[in-house]
Each structure stands twice: as structure tokens, then as C-alpha cells.
Nanobody
Framework: QVQLVQSGGGSVQAGGSLRLSCAASEYTYNENCMGWFRRASGKEREGVAAICSDGWTNYGDSVKGRFTVSKDNANNTLFLQMNSLKPGDTAMYYC??????????????????WGQGTQVTVSS
């Protein structure tokens, strides 16, 4: 099973930026799509962004134009650059892999391996 270790996150004021990282322990991360999900307090987990091996990306409507997902294949690391953050972005963020082979799905049921989560808090 792929092991994922997350870093980044923290607290920022509205309009600020943060970058999340997710390091995978095995090469298999390169073959399947990877994604970022978040769960706000009292809400269900939602898909934020996903990326596949060919670079195909997909974003949730609420983050389009503000968040960018990318990956460093040489270092088996997934990133989420978050700009123009809003209080509504406050949530626990999770990276995930072992997803679909070709389509950057935002459905959590399609991913098998998960990071431990990292908190992002945006104050107004």
C-alpha cells in the first residue's frame, strides 16, 4: 500500500496563500491519478483537485482559478498551491492516490490511499 505523508498548511488571513505537499513512498503514484480533498467542520469530504500522469487536471468549482495542483515525479510528491484563500476554504485537507488510471476524478470513493490530513485555517 502506498504511504502518503503530508506537510504544509496552517493559518492565514483571507487573500493569502498556502502550499500543501504530499510525499508518496512508492513509485506507483506515478501511474495513477492523485487528488486533494477537504472536509470542513460539519460537512462531508469534497474533492478539491486531481491530476493524472499525463498532466490532465480537474478542479472543484469553488477553487477554480485559485488553486493549482501539480506533481514532481522525480521526488514522488504532489502539491496544492492555494491562492486568494477565503474563510470558506477552512478545512482539513487530505491527499489521495491509487485513483483512476486516466481520469482525474474528484470522487473520494475512487481513491484507495490517503494522507493523514493537514489543517488549513483562513481568517477574515
Amino acid at each position: 500500500q502506498v504511504q502518503l505523508v503530508q506537510s504544509g498548511g496552517g493559518s492565514v488571513q483571507a487573500g493569502g496563500s498556502l502550499r500543501l505537499s504530499c510525499a508518496a513512498s512508492e513509485y506507483t503514484y506515478n501511474e495513477n491519478c492523485m487528488g486533494w480533498f477537504r472536509r470542513a467542520s460539519g460537512k462531508e469530504r469534497e474533492g478539491v483537485a486531481a491530476i493524472c500522469s499525463d498532466g490532465w487536471t480537474n478542479y472543484g468549482d469553488s477553487v477554480k482559478g485559485r488553486f493549482t495542483v501539480s506533481k514532481d515525479n522525480a521526488n514522488n510528491t504532489l502539491f496544492l498551491q492555494m491562492n486568494s484563500l477565503k474563510p470558506g476554504d477552512t478545512a482539513m485537507y487530505y491527499c489521495a492516490t491509487d485513483g483512476p488510471r486516466w481520469y482525474p476524478s474528484l470522487m473520494e470513493s475512487e481513491y484507495k490511499s490517503w494522507g493523514q490530513g493537514t489543517q488549513v485555517t483562513v481568517s477574515s
